[in-house]
């Protein structure tokens, strides 16, 4: 079946301006998550949604970033007012919600922010 | 705190070269440990999940095993198509489903 799938791949923009990145999860899970990866490092966590509620939010680096979903469906993670720094990929995972679930993650976003 | 170490941060091996790469983790309480291949440009592949100390799953030329305070991914007679990045993550026993990740080993297997 299909996978987890982000869009879009790859987003340049200039400092200031603001992002939006989309994840579509395997149909029938109920649990959502988003990462950072910068460059040569690990998968640092942004956000955890369980069907359209966030209970972890701990993440997000700043009031800049924000998450939402709708049902168990489509999730957006906007970053407004981008700043270099910001730059990294997103990659975006989901597992169908029960204790010890494997994650799928999708290809993720690459943001460049110059 | 919890927390997941991952070493060496590069390996590069011959190709028939077995070797072994290790992920030491501190957390209040391991739900699960996890394995995972990223190829350059990919998202994370799931390769195996570890509940308990003593476990041990294999698939093809790996074999992953866990004790109380590490992992241990162990690569049999690697061939250059295992070449990619290794990362290994855990899931807290406690909350919600907050999972950390180490910082990876790239290995490179060459011919």
């Known amino acids: 079946g299909a996978g987890v799938s982000q869009s879009p791949s790859n987003k340049v923009t200039e400092k200031g301006k603001d992002v939006e990145l989309r994840c579509d999860p395997i149909?029938?899970?109920?649990?959502l998550y988003w990462y950072r990866q910068r460059l040569g490092q690990g998968l640092e966590f942004l956000i955890y949604?369980?069907?359209?509620?966030?209970?972890?939010k701990s993440g997000l680096p700043s009031d800049r970033f924000s998450a939402e979903r709708t049902g168990e469906s489509v999730s957006t993670l906007t970053i407004q007012r981008t700043q270099q720094e910001d730059s990294a990929v997103y990659l975006c995972?989901?597992?169908?919600?029960?204790?010890?679930?494997?994650?799928?993650f999708g290809p993720g976003t690459r943001l460049l922010v110059l | 705190e919890d927390q997941v170490t991952q070493s060496p941060e590069a390996l590069r091996l011959q190709e028939g070269e077995s070797s072994s790469l290790n992920c030491s983790y501190t957390v209040s309480g391991l739900r699960g440990l996890f394995w995972y291949r990223q190829d350059p440009g990919k998202g994370p592949e799931f390769l195996f999940t570890l509940y308990s100390a003593g476990e041990e799953k294999e698939k093809e030329r790996l074999k992953a095993t866990l004790t109380k305070k590490e992992s241990f991914l162990h690569i049999t007679a690697p061939k250059p198509e295992d070449s990619a990045t290794y990362l290994c993550a855990v899931q807290a026993n406690r909350g919600f489903n907050k999972f950390y990740f180490g910082s990876g080993t790239k290995l490179n297997v060459k011919p």
């Open positions: 949604f369980q069907g359209n509620s966030a209970p972890d």
């Open positions: 995972a989901s597992s169908l919600g029960g204790p010890q679930e494997t994650q799928y």
């Open positions: 149909s029938g899970h109920t649990a």
